[in-house]
Each structure stands twice: as structure tokens, then as C-alpha cells.
């Protein structure tokens, strides 16, 4: 697997309603797409509105549970690709995003013993959590 990591922006080609693959001589256009989680040897794009793919699923509280998606997607779209369908990395963005919350937080640096972030609500009230 690729080093991409959630919020990062990748660069795919579309034909016919359907991500193909990064090396297909036959597209309709290209299109940037972000990363919105790790799933089964893959990853999870967010799919906005302006453009419809056949295989898209709408993100609701089962699925959202399924895939690791953030809360805040739920009601969008979102389309599940793998590395071969992913012709370069637009831009990879910097920070990471909190275990407990799944919130990205920009310039964000690990600051768990694990090399991980937990924000600092999550660790100011956890018993909120």
C-alpha cells in the first residue's frame, strides 16, 4: 500500500461514471479527489456533488461506522478505490487526524507514545467520550 494518508488529495481518471485504472489510454477526464479513510487494502474517496460515479456509496451511521469516515461525511457520497487507480498524489496534507475523534487537525504532530495524535479535547474529556 502507498504511503497516502487520510486528507491527502489524489489525482484519478473517470470514464463512463467509473474510476478506471491509472493506466488506462481511455478516460474522460481527470479529477482530484480526497482521501477519507483506510479500508480493505484500499481507500475510501470522497465523491462531491458536481460529479456522479456508478459504484458510489451514500455515507450514512452503519457505513460511516464500517469504513472509519468521519462523522461530519455522513449524508455525502463517498467511492472505494485501490492504488492502482490512483494516477499521483495532488497534494498530501499536512497533519494527522485523532484517534478517538477522527478529527484532522492541520500541522498537527503525534504526541502519543505509539506515534500517535489524540487532540486535546479527547484527552481533556475523555470521560465525555
Known amino acids: 500500500m502507498a504511503t497516502y494518508a487520510i486528507g491527502d488529495q489524489v489525482v484519478c481518471l473517470v470514464m463512463d461514471a467509473a474510476i478506471v ?3 488506462s489510454a481511455n478516460y474522460e477526464f481527470r479529477h482530484i479527489f480526497d482521501i477519507l ?3 480493505d487494502e484500499g481507500y475510501m474517496i470522497y465523491v462531491p ?5 456508478k459504484d458510489s456509496v451514500r455515507i450514512v451511521d452503519e457505513n460511516a461506522y464500517k469504513f472509519h469516515i468521519a462523522k461530519k461525511f455522513i449524508g455525502s457520497d463517498a467511492y472505494y478505490i485501490n492504488d ?15 484517534t478517538t475523534c477522527e478529527e484532522f487537525y492541520q500541522m ?8 500517535t495524535l489524540k487532540c486535546w479535547s479527547c484527552r481533556a474529556y475523555k470521560w465525555y467520550l
Not at 492502482?84 to 485523532?98: A, F, H, P, S
Open 21 to 23: 485504472s491509472a493506466t
Open 37 to 39: 479513510s483506510f479500508y
Open 49 to 53: 456533488i458536481s460529479i456522479v460515479l
Open 84 to 98: 492502482y487507480k490512483i494516477v499521483e498524489l495532488y497534494k498530501k496534507m499536512d497533519g494527522m487526524c485523532c
Open 108 to 115: 498537527a504532530v503525534a504526541n502519543q507514545p505509539d506515534g
